[in-house]
């Protein structure tokens, strides 16, 4: 039986430093049918003619230059561009994690008719250093129509919820019309949300497969000055599509979290910047004015979200911490959050620093 093709997709912007590090890591795969497109997203530095170098020398790269437009629409360019039966995301300034990383993807693909297929990934910095990896255990342990199954998979650990460090099966993404957004942030959770709507078969693969860079100059760790706006924009797109397909009772949990846990990313913000408590909780106050926002916190208050969940360790903590909110609490909320995350932030720099350069 001939090993299917699988087209592997790299939207590239303001990351000559780390492609070549990134594409050699797709070229030492031991897997044979590995089709690049690298998608030149109107870089302005050194990136588009590093693309062109990087086309000429190796016969399965090929590029493909536009003007800017965000790393969604990056995507979309790619997949409109390509035909394989496989696609896979990997952004610029990443890696695949070892030569088997697309190997056990696909394998697991075809063994199982999957049309997504996930797997474990690892942070590393700049140094080399890496973290412990983050494998998908959840999917062994949770069915995938369980309120457990999305919420471990799109929030407390987030493997559901990237668009790297998995692959998917073209047909099924034709199948539904699913592209990736144009939002200026957070682009692959909406993507990923409207896949499970849609109900895929999800595989999972127990090893890490992704490097994940944590670069702080990277979109992820700006300040962003539009986030209310952005956040609640994804997520009442969501509710709406949730209304348009009939859906709300079944997956409103989605949209309640991604409110719920909004509110830290949006809190954090304000300190990491040293705008501190007091802009914090100004920031919470619009935020709370929105309706989604408002409507999804009360029923995680009222333990509607959780009900039928396993873990009571969350459905207890945040009842309590979405009631606090809904008596408009919010300078206790920041401080007891705001020390929270600190620890957990903590705690994972020392992986980092225990771990050291294991690449």
Same mark, same amino acid.
């Given at each position: 039986?001939e090993?299917?093709?699988?087209?592997?997709?790299i939207?590239?912007?303001?990351t *000559?430093k780390?492609?070549?590090?990134?594409l050699q890591?797709?070229l030492?795969?031991?897997?044979?049918?590995?089709?690049? /497109?690298?998608v030149?997203d109107?870089?302005?530095?050194?990136?588009?003619?590093?693309?062109?170098?990087l086309a000429?020398?190796?016969?399965?790269v090929? @590029?493909?230059?536009?003007?800017?437009s965000g790393l969604g629409?990056s995507?979309n360019? #790619?997949?409109d561009?390509?035909s394989?039966?496989?696609?896979?995301?990997?952004?610029?300034?990443d890696?695949?994690?070892g030569k088997?990383? @697309?190997s056990?993807?696909i394998q697991k693909?075809?063994?199982?008719?999957a049309?997504i297929?996930?797997g474990g990934f690892?942070?590393?910095?700049?140094?080399?250093?890496?973290?412990t990896?983050? /494998?998908?255990e959840?999917?062994?342990?949770n069915?995938?129509?369980?309120?457990d199954?999305?919420?471990n998979?799109f929030?407390?650990y987030g493997?559901?919820?990237?668009?790297?460090?998995?692959?998917y099966?073209?047909?099924f993404? @034709?199948?539904?019309?699913?592209?990736s &957004?144009?939002?200026p942030?957070?682009?692959? +959770?909406?993507f %990923?949300?409207?896949?499970?709507?849609?109900k895929?078969?999800?595989?999972?693969?127990?090893q890490?497969?992704?490097?994940y860079r944590?670069?702080?100059?990277?979109?992820?760790? +700006?300040?962003?000055?539009?986030?209310?706006q952005?956040?609640?924009?994804i997520g009442?797109d969501?509710?709406?599509?949730?209304?348009?397909k %009939?859906?709300?009772n079944?997956y409103?949990?989605?949209?309640?979290?991604h409110?719920?846990?909004?509110?830290?990313?949006?809190m954090m913000?304000?300190?990491?910047?040293?705008? #501190?408590?007091?802009?914090?909780v100004?920031?919470?106050?619009r935020?709370?004015?929105?309706? /989604?926002?408002k +409507?999804?916190?009360?029923l995680?208050? *009222?333990?509607?979200i959780?009900k %039928?969940m +396993?873990?009571?360790?969350?459905?207890?903590e945040s009842k309590?911490?979405?009631?606090? /909110?809904?008596h &408009?609490?919010y300078?206790l909320?920041?401080?007891?959050?705001h020390?929270?995350?600190?620890?957990r932030e903590?705690k994972? %720099?020392?992986?980092?620093s225990?771990i050291g350069g294991?690449?």
């Open positions: 039986m090993n299917p093709w699988i087209d592997i997709i939207p590239v912007y303001k *000559e780390y492609l070549n590090a990134c890591s797709v030492d795969q031991d897997y044979p049918c590995i089709h690049v /497109l690298l030149d109107g870089s302005p530095d050194q990136c588009p003619a590093l693309c062109d170098a000429a020398n190796y016969e399965n090929d @590029v493909l230059h536009k003007e800017n629409l995507r360019t #790619g997949f561009a390509t394989n039966p496989y696609i896979m995301f990997i952004d610029s300034d890696m695949l994690d088997s990383a @697309v056990s993807l693909a075809e063994t199982e008719k049309d297929v996930v690892t942070r590393m910095q700049d140094d080399g250093s890496c973290s990896p983050s /494998l998908p959840f999917g062994f342990t069915t995938p129509d369980s309120k199954f999305r919420f998979g929030y407390l493997h559901l919820s990237y668009a790297w460090g998995k692959i099966r073209r047909s993404l @034709v199948k539904y019309q699913i592209y &957004h144009a939002y942030f957070t682009q692959d +959770k909406p %990923n949300f409207e896949c499970y709507i849609n895929p078969v999800y595989a999972f693969v127990n890490s497969i992704y490097l944590v670069n702080t100059q990277s979109v992820t760790f +700006k300040y962003k000055k539009n986030y209310i952005v956040w609640n924009k009442s969501f509710y709406h599509l949730l209304e348009e %009939n859906l709300v079944e409103q949990d989605l949209a309640a979290w409110y719920f846990l909004g509110t830290n990313f949006m913000q304000e300190y990491n910047t040293g705008k #501190g408590h007091k802009e914090a100004n920031a919470l106050k935020y709370f004015t929105l309706p /989604l926002a +409507k999804s916190i009360r995680l208050a *009222e333990g509607t959780q %039928n +396993k873990d009571r360790k969350w459905t207890l309590l911490a979405a009631g606090i /909110l809904c &408009h609490w300078g909320y920041v401080s007891v959050m020390k929270y995350i600190r620890r903590k994972k %720099n020392e992986q980092f225990r294991e690449l």
